[in-house]
């Protein structure tokens, strides 16, 4: 028996290519546009195989809340030991800079000189103690 295929997503304009090529190999699939829904925690999700697709930019197109329900779903489909691939761990990297920084650094992997903050005083003084010109600024989820 195949099992099913489920995009998790917030953007149809990047499944295109996705979906098409799952039509040409006959595989099942269906797509969840997690803009805005409902997690039921006491029913089981559908078996099957899910492909996360969400991104971190998806605040760009108005669907601000769409990272953390996805990030719901995926904890809700890993708790029921369903198989996510671009799963939770992936997703927390995807939404925060500052963790993929601080990964990247953890295996050597070098990345540039880089100040969080929050708040317009704020990113003001985290200029300053860059004492870097040009500098740049960068969302923490972009």
């Not at 999700?45 to 769409?66: D, K, L, V």
């Amino acid at each position: 028996m195949t099992k099913k295929v489920y995009v998790i997503h917030e953007n149809d304009d990047w499944t295109v290519h996705l979906t098409k090529r799952l039509d040409e190999l006959n595989i099942p699939y269906e797509t969840w546009h997690l803009d805005e829904g409902i997690v039921n925690l006491n029913e089981a999700p559908p078996e099957g195989i899910f492909y996360n697709r969400m991104s971190a930019s998806s605040h760009t197109r108005n669907h601000r809340y769409a990272p953390e329900l996805a990030t719901a779903v995926i904890d809700w489909l890993e708790f029921y030991g369903r198989k996510v691939l671009n799963g939770s761990n992936a997703l927390r990297l995807e939404i925060s800079k500052v963790k993929q920084y601080t990964q990247l650094e953890k295996y050597g992997i070098r990345v540039p000189k880089t100040v969080a903050a929050v708040g317009k005083e704020q990113i003001i003084e985290a200029a300053k103690a860059l004492n870097i010109v040009p500098f740049i600024t960068k969302h923490n989820r972009a």
